[in-house]
């Protein structure tokens, strides 16, 4: 157990459904991530979040809408999904403190199908 | 554009042997290095980071850092078969970003 707590674990879905995948970090961090992690790629980071504002967005497609209320929760909504957007996606968290070493910690993923 | 470059395997070795994992990075900005470990539909999980050209050792594990040659490597001793996994290599870009490797498969057979 990380303290990094995603829901679903799983998700199957349709390309017209509208859904959210759900991420809860109990460490006291301060930034949080989504990452993408397909077959035989490496992991894609799709956006960031540092004290509750986004600071990162790498040209990630709109049907992928972040969303981060406070420093502990993070939301991903999907819309209108392509079957090439099936993968797991990782949150992570940590504490960004200056040049302090930024160690992440993932949580365990939601697998998502998109059918 | 920043990458970290990792040879994707898989890397076989007997149990009781020595592991070596290598990575490569391109940003010479980059100044810490982390290496996870991923079990197959599991997490990535933490085992070391380094920072300091040379050597970082924690119990079975070695990190080792060549900041002018870029690359970082690990080395796992005495190889259990409960190390294989994924092992992926990161490295931090500005804004405490980190850009992953795509991972290397380690398999230690018994």
């Known amino acids: 157990e990380t303290g990094v707590t995603q829901t679903p674990r799983h998700l199957v879905m349709g390309m017209t459904n509208k859904k959210s995948l759900k991420c809860e970090q109990h460490?006291?961090?301060?930034?949080m991530y989504w990452y993408k992690q397909s077959a035989k790629k490496p992991l894609e980071l799709m956006f960031v979040y540092s004290l509750e504002e986004r600071v990162e967005n790498n040209s990630v497609p709109s049907r992928f809408s972040p969303e981060c209320p406070n420093s502990s929760h993070l939301f991903l909504h999907l819309h209108t999904l392509q079957p090439e957007d099936s993968a797991l996606y990782l949150c992570?968290?940590?504490?960004?403190?200056?040049?302090?070493?930024?160690?992440?910690?993932f949580g365990a993923g939601t697998r998502l199908s998109v059918l | 554009q920043k990458e970290v470059e990792q040879n994707s395997g898989p890397l076989s070795v007997p149990e009781g042997a020595i592991a070596s994992l290598n990575c490569t990075y391109s940003?010479?900005?980059?100044?810490?290095f982390f290496w996870y470990r991923q079990y197959s539909g599991k997490s990535p999980e933490l085992i070391m980071f380094i920072y300091s050209n040379g050597d970082k050792e924690d119990g079975r594990f070695t990190a080792q850092l060549n900041k002018a040659s870029q690359y970082v490597s690990l080395l796992i001793r005495d190889s259990q078969p409960s190390d294989s996994a994924t092992y992926l290599c990161a490295a931090d870009n500005a804004g405490n970003m980190l850009t992953f490797g795509g991972g290397t498969r380690l398999m230690v057979k018994p």
């Open positions: 940003d010479r900005g980059s100044q810490s």
């Open positions: 460490l006291g961090h301060n930034a």
């Open positions: 992570a968290s940590s504490q960004v403190r200056g040049t302090a070493i930024n160690i992440q910690y």
